[in-house]
C-alpha cells in the first residue's frame, strides 16, 4: 500500500475451505483477501482497500468529474 495513505490492521488466517488463506481489515470488514499464500492473501486485500470508497474519498481520489456524455 502506499505509504501516504494510513496504516490499518490485517489480519491473516488459514481457510480451511479452500486451503489458502484469507486477509481480513479491521477498518475496512468488507474489504477480504484470499490466496493459496499468505503473501498472495495479503496482495489482494490491499487491492481490495486501495479501491475502497471511504479510502478514495478520505485520499481524495473519489472526486468524479461531471460529464456530456450519453
Not at 480451511?16 to 490466496?35: H, M, Q
Request: glycine letters at 8%.
Amino acid at each position: 500500500m502506499s505509504d501516504d495513505l494510513k496504516q490499518v490492521e490485517i489480519i491473516i488466517r488459514p481457510d480451511p475451505k479452500s486451503g489458502g488463506f484469507v486477509a481480513l481489515c479491521t477498518e475496512y470488514p468488507e474489504c477480504v483477501g484470499r490466496g493459496k499464500h499468505r503473501v498472495q492473501a495479503l496482495q489482494n486485500v490491499e487491492a481490495a482497500i486501495s479501491y475502497h470508497p471511504d479510502r478514495l474519498r478520505k485520499s481524495g481520489l473519489a472526486q468524479g468529474k461531471q460529464t456530456n456524455a450519453r
